[in-house]
């Protein structure tokens, strides 16, 4: 049966980044079918109830700054907050919340239901429908057709999803839900890359049988951050502690003692994991001189006992992972109430994609999440929102709209993911951003939401908020420029103790706050004055701070724009560029960059084949 109303896209799949897709292109006006296998399990988070993080609370505020969910989302769902990194640079400040996964779905699924052009139907997809080289809608497991010509595909883990625990395994997208054997089946006779990936979870714990008094107490932190830029302390549920225990020897010989039984070293999963979250088996094989490894046990909500034991994700047999857990000070009568597993799934080579996120042979299809090869709800989110955006602008008959790497975070990952490809769960840092000093989590909202609103999908709320906030910035910049303090006055009495020297001639309030020695803060204490609005003072007091390393990486960006940006045209026949290796020539035709920038980012590309492309380009003109 055709299904009796048309769409302009269609998101297959609720989780972090199909959420995002289908919040955004309906914000952006568009007919919007969000179809997934159980509404009950929109916004799960599958894994770890946390989020943010180092490099992830940047694509968390991207995010935020464009009008997603996420952040509003962790600050109603947020049970701990803190500040990573909070004594080193802006840029690598990290938010970190750990989240009541109940409220966390719960606000997430609110705002779907209340979004605006957007329809909810629970189904699984089982098949596209598509028509020279189009795609034209979806059929459901029923056989029901759906038509949009955009649908956002965003399943997961699901796709031949096949759960490890021990040498035993069976079909599963996550623990409780079924897999999507189906469409994975019928993606695999589309002209697409396919392979395997695994990623894994601990075991989950009653709170009730766990020896606290034994382990060390992790406090959020105080004042508590908030995650969204537009977001309130006061919307925060009650907050409460993790805490933090270790391995010991005695559980790493119980691993040793049973690697022979673990699926991953029996050669029984083919799929590569995470190599930044690996499996507690991996970790005592790969440093095996180490006499134990944190354990963080973070509670999974207020209104459950559960909790996550961050640090001993696991695909031992039920038996070895209870030795494991009751060798752990505080666990030693722990009670598991969700085994462990390791989950292996398909994932589609990402350098088949655009960078707005749609596939390079079907039109109007797009890949977001960790199909694209990620792990991570934030790497989903950020890439969901993006396709989102996209789809609806097609749908618009509107340009593709990607952030490049000196935008975004975002625009680092897919740059990363469509150039490079993955051959393991890809998960963000900050390492990755060559721009660190310009993509703050401070600033995401200064660098995306103006470009969010013209695209349509921020909406009139956060925009005027964004508009007053950047015009206080600006005032009070402008203040601290325009006002001077004289030696020998009060405030100069004040700060000369702060400054360890008196203050021998007049200064700007600006050029006091560049002194490393003061901060807003203190100048402002001393002045009686200043803004009340921490989010406008921080920013105030970064841009003084760390003007001259920003203006030099601002320079350097525009010298490596102005050829950066030059396109690559789709048709170019590089069989014709004298002078490029086989190599290269080969990964170019691959590959098929869109600019020269891009180009110069795939591994292997040098600068010198870069300049034989732009002696190219220029003689084609
Ligand atoms: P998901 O959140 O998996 O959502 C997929 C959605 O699609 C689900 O709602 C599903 O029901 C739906 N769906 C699938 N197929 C269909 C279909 N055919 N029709 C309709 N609906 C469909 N991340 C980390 O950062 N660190 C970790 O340590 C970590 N460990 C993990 C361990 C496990 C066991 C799992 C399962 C995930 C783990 N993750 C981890 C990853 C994290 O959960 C994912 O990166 C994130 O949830 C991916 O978001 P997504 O939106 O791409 O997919």
Request: contains cysteine; hydrophobic residues 35%.
């Amino acid at each position: 049966m055709d299904f009796p109303k048309r769409f302009d896209v269609i998101v297959i799949g609720g989780g972090h980044a199909g959420t995002e897709a289908a919040l955004a292109a309906a914000r952006m006006g568009v007919r919007t079918l969000l179809l997934t296998h159980n509404i009950e399990t929109l916004g799960q988070m599958s894994c770890n109830p946390a989020i943010g993080g180092i490099g992830k609370s940047h694509l968390v505020k991207e995010i935020d700054a464009l009008d997603g969910a996420m952040a509003r989302a962790t600050d109603l769902g947020g049970i701990q907050f803190r500040v990573l990194n909070s004594r080193k640079g802006p840029a690598v400040r990290a938010t970190r919340a750990q989240a009541d996964r109940i409220l966390y779905k719960a606000a997430v699924r609110d705002m779907l239901e209340n979004q605006p052009n957007l329809t909810l139907f629970q189904q699984a997809a089982d098949d596209l429908i598509v028509a020279g080289g189009q795609v034209k809608g979806v059929v459901t497991q029923m056989g029901l057709k759906f038509y949009a010509e955009q649908v956002v595909l965003t399943a997961g883990t699901f796709l031949g999803g096949l759960i490890h625990i021990g040498l035993e395994n069976y079909s599963g997208g996550r623990a409780g839900d079924p897999p999507s054997i189906r469409l994975a089946q019928r993606l695999r006779e589309l002209p697409l890359r396919v392979d395997r990936l695994k990623t894994g979870t601990p075991p989950r714990i009653d709170a009730r049988t766990v020896d606290f008094s034994v382990m060390g107490v992790q406090p959020g932190d105080t004042p508590t951050p908030v995650m969204s830029y537009l977001g309130n302390v006061s919307q925060h549920p009650r907050q409460i502690n993790c805490f933090i225990t270790h391995t010991n020897e005695r559980t790493h010989d119980i691993i040793r003692a049973n690697l022979d039984r673990s699926p991953m070293y029996a050669g029984v999963i083919e799929g590569v994991g995470p190599r930044y979250c690996p499996s507690i088996e991996d970790k005592v094989v790969r440093f095996a001189d180490r006499d134990g490894h944190q354990v963080f046990i973070e509670p999974e909500g207020l209104t459950t006992h559960e909790l996550y034991p961050n640090g001993i994700s696991t695909s031992l047999p039920f038996d070895v992972q209870l030795q494991i857990v009751n060798s752990i000070r505080g666990m030693e009568n722990a009670h598991i109430v969700r085994p462990g597993y390791a989950i292996e799934y398909d994932f589609f080579n990402p350098q088949d994609l655009q960078a707005s996120l749609e596939t390079k042979v079907i039109n109007g299809l797009f890949f977001a999440g960790q199909i694209n090869g990620t792990t991570g709800y934030e790497e989903a989110g950020a890439q969901g929102l993006l396709a989102g955006i996209n789809a609806a602008l097609r749908a618009q008959g509107k340009d593709s709209w990607s952030p490049r790497r000196d935008e975004a975070y975002v625009g680092v990952l897919v740059d990363d993911l469509i150039t490079q490809g993955t051959s393991e769960p890809y998960r963000m840092f900050t390492s990755r951003a060559e721009y660190r000093l310009i993509l703050r989590e401070d600033n995401a909202d200064l660098r995306l939401t103006e470009i969010g609103y013209r695209l349509g999908v921020v909406g009139e709320e956060r925009w005027q908020a964004f508009c007053a906030k950047r015009e206080a910035i600006e005032l009070e910049r402008q203040r601290l420029k325009d006002v001077w303090i004289q030696p020998n006055s009060d405030v100069a009495q004040q700060l000369e103790p702060l400054m360890g020297q008196p203050m021998s001639r007049q200064n700007s309030l600006e050029e006091l706050i560049r002194r490393p020695e003061l901060d807003y803060a203190k100048v402002m204490q001393a002045t009686g004055d200043g803004v009340s609005d921490e989010q406008v003072a921080e920013q105030v007091e970064i841009e003084i701070k760390y003007a001259g390393y920003i203006d030099r990486q601002l320079e350097e960006i525009e010298r490596l724009r102005r050829s950066e940006n030059m396109p690559l045209p789709q048709d170019m026949d590089y069989d014709q560029i004298g002078g490029l290796s086989n190599e290269i020539r080969s990964k170019l035709k691959n590959i098929r960059p869109s600019s020269i920038g891009q180009a110069g980012r795939i591994p292997g590309v040098t600068p010198a084949a870069v300049s034989l492309l732009l002696v190219h380009l220029k003689k084609r003109q």
